[in-house]
């Protein structure tokens, strides 16, 4: 059941990537103004984005390895990398 979960967990996520995109970069543009811009003027903005959802996959993979439900690890990990409200926040 354990292996089940986690493989519908990557496959979803997969999926989730292309979608979640221009989200993220929405939610930088207006809550992270500063970072946007600078990432988007040293033209990184892209990469930055694509590492946040990579690494958002991670962190949600260790979560579920803990045994946090699916939509518990997807909301950490979320918040923590690709949806930040903290423009102080370390670079991403």
Do not use: C
């Amino acid at each position: 059941i354990y292996w089940n979960r986690r493989r519908e967990a990557i496959a979803e996520d997969r999926l989730v990537i292309r979608a979640t995109g221009p989200r993220i970069l929405a939610h930088w543009k207006e809550h992270r103004p500063k970072m946007y811009r600078a990432l988007k003027k040293s033209g990184h903005l892209d990469q930055v984005a694509l590492n946040a959802q990579e690494r958002h996959l991670d962190l949600k993979m260790e979560a579920l390895d803990q045994g946090l439900a699916p939509d518990q690890a997807d909301e950490i990990a979320r918040q923590v990398w690709m949806f930040p409200d903290e423009e102080d926040q370390p670079e991403l």
